[in-house]
């Protein structure tokens, strides 16, 4: 699986844009970008994957750059409770494939 | 629905103990992962049960960790003779095998071991 490069910490008032960046320049062609977060003594949440189309769904929006090799993640207007470590995964195959590598992930403070 | 449970929450060990963590996935769902997460770490795959085959124990970190899933839903990892750098929280997901909702892992909130 591909490596990916996330920031480690970012911070993002209340009521705006949060956007994550993640880099993949290894990414292969079959390879899919995941989002998941993990909320304080949580366990990881998913929240979005794509292939190379941007992808949009009730929690998030994500875009994926044309050569593929880096995505944004964009929580559309923050709110504190996602305040949270994001992880950018890449993984081949689609539905099927199994394990999950985790980086580190960037942590992203909303601010009040 | 309910979602992925684990338990106990919590478990104190001292070194040199076995301890016993209990998963259970989501209702029909086929697959089930374990990972280890360490303080401050992303978590890591530890092993993969397809029903109640151990198809992925390539994350096990040594022979003291030994998984099972006998009947294909409710999964127990083992841990014998802890060590100290066996304190992690313990994660468990489960995943539909296929469907609108087969890429998506639903994780538990996790077990957290300190050996002293």
């Known amino acids: 699986d591909a490596k990916t490069t996330q920031p480690p910490s970012m911070d993002c008032a209340e009521g705006r844009a949060a956007n994550l960046p993640c880099n993949h320049s290894?990414?292969?062609?079959?390879?899919?970008v995941y989002w998941y977060r993990q909320i304080h003594s949580q366990g990881p949440q998913y929240i979005i994957h794509g292939l190379k189309n941007n992808e949009t769904n009730e929690m998030a929006s994500l875009i994926i750059t044309e050569d593929r090799k880096s995505s944004t993640l964009i929580l559309p207007h923050a709110t504190l409770r996602d305040t949270a470590v994001y992880y950018c995964i890449v993984r081949a195959g689609g539905p099927g494939a199994q394990k999950l590598v985790f980086g580190q992930g960037t942590r992203l403070t909303i601010n009040p | 629905g309910a979602g992925v449970s684990q338990s106990p929450r919590y478990k104190v060990a001292k070194r040199g103990q076995d301890v016993a963590l209990r998963c259970d996935p989501i209702s029909g769902h086929v697959s089930l992962f374990w990972y280890q997460q360490a303080l401050g770490q992303g978590p890591e795959f530890l092993t993969y049960f397809q029903n109640e085959a151990q198809l992925d124990k390539s994350g096990l970190p040594s022979d003291r960790f030994f998984a099972e899933r006998p009947e294909g839903s409710v999964s127990t990892l083992k841990i014998q003779r802890t060590q100290q750098e066996d304190s992690a929280v313990y994660l468990c997901?489960?995943?539909?095998?296929?469907?609108?909702?087969?890429?998506?892992?639903?994780f538990g909130p996790g077990t957290r071991l300190t050996v002293t």
């Open positions: 997901a489960s995943k539909e095998r296929r469907g609108p909702s087969s890429y998506e892992q639903y």
């Open positions: 290894t990414i292969s062609g079959n390879e899919y």
